[in-house]
């Protein structure tokens, strides 16, 4: 069983508060992380801590919960590379694990004649990323997989699935704590530095520098620290001296929900031919691990970084995000997307027009407002989706002592197996463990 250390144990935590490695952030990326480290180094001490009372709670527990075949990256890139070796690890820890998942696939369907060129190039590119058993197929075959979705032409790939994210993240848990790894929530990080002197209970204070201290004034000691803080890497990251950039832009993506009596109309994922000349995927149908099915998310500039409502704002991620020109540039890039996306935000029906390009038997009646997620855009100052990890330190002493991740690519839920690995090649390079 999963142990979180309470108020309870607070106490004793702090009597041997000295760690080799600290990793901030129990989201799936921290949790992966720090489960591959501690698998690799079971000799050193690890501990992750975790601002909220629970674990993976922000975007590894608010997400589609789908495991990705890696079709839409460019082929080659360290983004599809990871999709492909990380849905394959996450099907093999599920099965060892037995974490429940269905593989009941995705049609990228292409509704309109003038899509099937983009279709047809995201099947060669699906080929070139080695994604397994992908194939074009006709509007009769989709009917036949999916009887109310209607399409001329759809890309098939069998091997997506789903699962619930949340209950993979928490498994990770769970194995680091089962070697030995402490996990400590309700532990927001905010200051890290190098100690001035060494603590009377600590035996050897030299061995332990770097001093993270929390939002109550607490402190713990470690050698080496990682942050995987997802929303918040980038502020965590200027603690250490890195630079302001990448930006996190948060985006909010509303789902809608299909009433439980409506949801035999969909099997499987279903999901439009993405336009190239748009940052997101598109609004999808994802059938949920529950028997439930999510419809969306749409992607609308969210006003508080953690914030899942409509209204939900904060005075200051609001203006760190529109001081930024990298969210001016690529806002100036995608004004009609952005446009369009308030506005289905606002406007049930819009969003249900959108859905009924492929099944026309949904109807506003069918459906109700569900959940939301918002996801870290890291954002570089051109107005750039930065795709690819993003490692920093820091300046100073603290700085050689620092990995921060500040950004990881996604679909890092299903990547995350083959993230952790590559984050941990980096600690061992980084600080020689
Ligand atoms: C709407 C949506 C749909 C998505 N759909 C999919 C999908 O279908 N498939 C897929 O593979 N991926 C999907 N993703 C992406 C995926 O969910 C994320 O890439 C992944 O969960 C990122 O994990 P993380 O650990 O980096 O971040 P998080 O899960 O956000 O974890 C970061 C953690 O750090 C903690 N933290 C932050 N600051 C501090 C601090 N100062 N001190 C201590 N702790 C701190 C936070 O509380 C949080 O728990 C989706 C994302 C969204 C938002």
Redesign the pocket.
């Given at each position: 069983m999963l142990l979180v250390s309470s108020d309870v144990t607070l106490f004793f935590f702090f009597l041997n508060s000295t760690f080799d490695v600290v990793v901030?952030?129990?989201?799936?990326?921290?949790?992966a992380s720090a489960r591959e480290l501690i698998l690799r180094h079971p000799s050193l001490t690890f501990s992750v801590?975790?601002?909220?009372k629970e674990?993976?709670?922000?975007?590894?527990?608010?997400?589609?919960?789908?495991?990705?075949s890696g079709i839409y990256y460019t082929p080659g890139s360290l983004k599809a590379k990871l999709c492909v070796q990380g849905a394959a690890l996450c099907y093999e820890y599920c099965d060892q694990k037995g974490i429940p998942y269905k593989q009941c696939g995705k049609l990228i369907v292409a509704v309109e004649q003038e899509e099937i060129p983009r279709l047809k190039a995201l099947y060669e590119r699906g080929l070139l990323n080695n994604v397994r058993d992908l194939k074009l197929i006709s509007a009769k075959e989709i009917q036949a997989k999916e009887p109310f979705c209607r399409g001329v032409m759809a890309l098939d790939s069998p091997y997506t699935g789903i699962v619930n994210?949340r209950q993979v993240?928490l498994s990770y848990a769970e194995d680091f704590q089962e070697v030995g790894g402490a996990v400590l929530t309700d532990?927001?990080?905010?200051n890290l530095e190098m100690a001035k002197e060494s603590p009377s209970e600590s035996e050897d204070g030299i061995k332990y520098p770097v001093v993270v201290r929390?939002s109550k004034g607490e402190e713990i000691r470690c050698q080496h620290i990682v942050t995987?803080?997802?929303?918040?890497?980038d502020?965590?990251s200027e603690i250490s001296g890195c630079s302001h950039e990448p930006r996190i832009v948060p985006f909010r993506?509303d789902y809608l929900v299909l009433k439980p009596e409506k949801c035999y109309m969909v099997k499987g994922n279903i999901y439009p031919v993405p336009d190239p000349q748009f940052p997101f995927l598109g609004v999808h149908f994802?059938p949920r691990m529950d028997g439930s099915v999510w419809l969306g998310?749409n992607a609308v500039l969210a006003f508080k970084r953690?914030g899942y409502k409509l209204y939900d704002f904060s005075a200051r991620d609001f203006i760190d995000a529109v001081v930024y020109s990298g969210l001016w540039k690529l806002v100036f890039r995608n004004v009609s997307y952005g446009v369009s996306e308030m506005y289905r935000a606002c406007f049930l029906s819009a969003q249900v027009k959108q859905l009924q390009k492929f099944i026309p038997e949904v109807t506003i009646s069918d459906i109700l407002r569900g959940p939301?997620?918002?996801?870290?855009q890291a954002l570089d100052q051109d107005g750039n989706l930065v795709d690819d990890f993003v490692f920093d330190g820091g300046t100073g002493d603290i700085g050689s002592r620092v990995l921060h991740?500040r950004n990881?690519p996604?679909?890092?839920?299903?990547?995350?197996l083959a993230i952790a690995k590559m984050i941990a090649d980096e600690v061992e390079r980084r600080f020689c463990l």
């Open positions: 901030v952030g129990g989201g799936i990326v921290g949790l801590l975790e601002k909220e674990l993976a709670c922000h975007q590894s527990g608010r997400n589609s919960g789908v495991i990705h994210y993240a532990f927001e990080v905010t929390n995987c803080a997802g929303l918040y890497s502020r965590l993506g994802t998310p953690e939301s997620g918002v996801r870290a991740v990881a996604s679909p890092a839920a299903t990547s995350s």
